[in-house]
């Protein structure tokens, strides 16, 4: 079946505009996650969704950070003006429940200029 | 807070040799863990995981991990390496208060013939 969708899979933005990244989790999964893969640190989470609440955003960076699901499905990350230090591969997952094993995206390499 | 320290950032390894990736891990309640790869150009894979019940956890291609609480480790094993076990592993923990995964920086393992 299909797997956990990102798009796009590439994102190259001058500083200071604004990106949107979306995530498709795998057709009936509650939960959807939000990570940043970068050089300097590592894997962190970002936020995640039960349904289309998120319960913790302890992870999004800054206030420039922001998050939404709608539907129980689709996510969307958003960034706004863009800093050089945004520059990482943003990976989302998905699982079936909490606890469940999350299934990963290919992810979105976002490259701020 | 949780954190995982993988202290080897790459192993090189000739191909069917032995191999342990080091991972300690530290929090301050029960803790669940887990061994995901990521293969050159792909998105990362859960290996195993360790939930509860037998401390020896084994994945379909022979590595396994055994959780050990009095060390706070959760070392990945393998004892014949191949060429296509080259990735990166990354060593995580969660625990039943926090939904997010906590991941150590990785491990890059490289097998030579």
């Known amino acids: 079946g299909a797997g956990v969708s990102q798009s796009p899979s590439n994102k190259v933005t001058e500083k200071g505009k604004d990106v949107e990244l979306r995530c498709d989790p795998i057709?009936?999964?509650?939960?959807l996650y939000w990570y940043r893969q970068s050089l300097g640190q590592g894997l962190e989470f970002l936020i995640y969704f039960q349904g289309n609440s998120a319960p913790d955003k302890s992870g999004l960076p800054s206030d420039r950070f922001s998050a939404e699901r709608t539907g129980g499905s689709v996510s969307t990350l958003t960034i706004q003006r863009t800093q050089q230090e945004d520059s990482a591969v943003y990976l989302c997952a998905s699982s079936s429940r909490i606890l469940d094993e999350q299934y990963f995206g290919p992810g979105t390499r976002l490259t701020v200029t | 807070a949780q954190s995982v320290t993988q202290l080897d950032s790459q192993v090189p390894v000739f191909e069917e040799a032995p191999v342990e990736l080091r991972c300690n891990y530290s929090?301050?309640?029960?803790?669940?863990l887990f061994w995901y790869v990521q293969y050159p150009n792909q998105g990362l894979q859960l290996l195993l995981k360790?939930?509860?019940?037998?401390?020896l956890v084994e994945s379909i291609n022979g590595f396994e991990a055994e959780f050990n609480k009095s060390q706070t480790s959760f070392h990945l094993r393998k004892p014949s390496v191949h060429i296509s076990d080259t990735a990166e592993y990354f060593c995580?923990?969660?625990?039943?208060?926090?939904?997010?995964?906590?991941f150590g920086t990785g491990t890059r393992l490289l097998v030579s013939p």
């Open positions: 057709s009936g999964h509650t939960a």
């Open positions: 929090s301050s309640v029960s803790v669940y």
């Open positions: 360790y939930l509860s019940g037998s401390t």
């Open positions: 995580a923990v969660t625990n039943a208060g926090f939904q997010k995964l906590v």
